[in-house]
């Protein structure tokens, strides 16, 4: 079981945290978690995450209650009126990591660009298809259940435009000269400028 304790005072580290539930026979502690609410100049809150719990009549005591009431008073020994509150966890608990700060934020950041690149991709595709709704064509402008890159998209794009400009590979072959009109033009530049982002 974890717990969440709302109210530690900061001159508590995770040893003395350790060594309190260690004394109480509630159960060895496995890490504890630290957070700045922002809320207290003098107290952070506490993850404590249990390795087990120990075979005690206060240890089932301690289980009971939380499970019963979704919370439990520990009084601390030799501190008359002091205690902690432990309330019962209601989210799952974040996964031990090897990596440092450093490379922690590292990670976020190019999880951030793959975000951002994903993003872009889908914008395009939104724009390709409401063009194609706009022009009233019929043709798949891209498979949904393949996922494309920004390479893929460009170049569909470019075949895309292409179509508008010159019409089918029919009237293309054709010798006539016809071109598209200059509303269809201004379509496929706006289209063009806002999937290259040239705008």
């Not at 269809?184 to 040239?198: D, F, I, P, Q, W």
Request: charged residues 25%; glycine residues 6%; negative net charge.
């Amino acid at each position: 079981m974890s717990f969440y304790i709302p109210y530690v005072p900061k001159f508590w580290d995770e040893e003395s945290i350790r060594q309190l539930f260690a004394d109480l026979q509630i159960g060895l502690v496995e890490r504890v978690d630290f957070v700045d609410t922002g809320d207290w100049e003098w107290a952070v809150g506490a993850f404590v995450h249990l390795k087990c719990w120990a075979y005690s009549e206060f240890a089932d005591r301690v289980y009971d209650q939380i499970q019963f009431y979704g919370q439990w008073k520990l009084y601390i020994p030799n501190q008359p009126g002091k205690y902690f509150v432990l309330r019962k966890m209601t989210c799952e608990k974040i996964p031990s990591t090897h990596l440092n700060v450093h490379q922690l934020a590292a990670k976020m950041m190019d999880m951030g660009r793959e975000i951002f690149d994903l993003q872009m991709a889908l914008a395009a595709t939104r724009v390709a298809e409401e063009a194609l709704r706009e022009d009233g064509g019929e043709e798949q402008f891209y498979n949904a259940s393949i996922p494309l890159s920004m390479a893929e998209i460009a170049d569909q794009t470019q075949h895309f435009n292409a179509k508008r400009l010159w019409g089918s590979a029919d009237t293309a072959d054709s010798d006539d000269g016809s071109t598209c009109s200059g509303e269809s033009s201004a379509k496929r530049m706006r289209v063009s400028e806002e999937l290259c982002g040239n705008n």
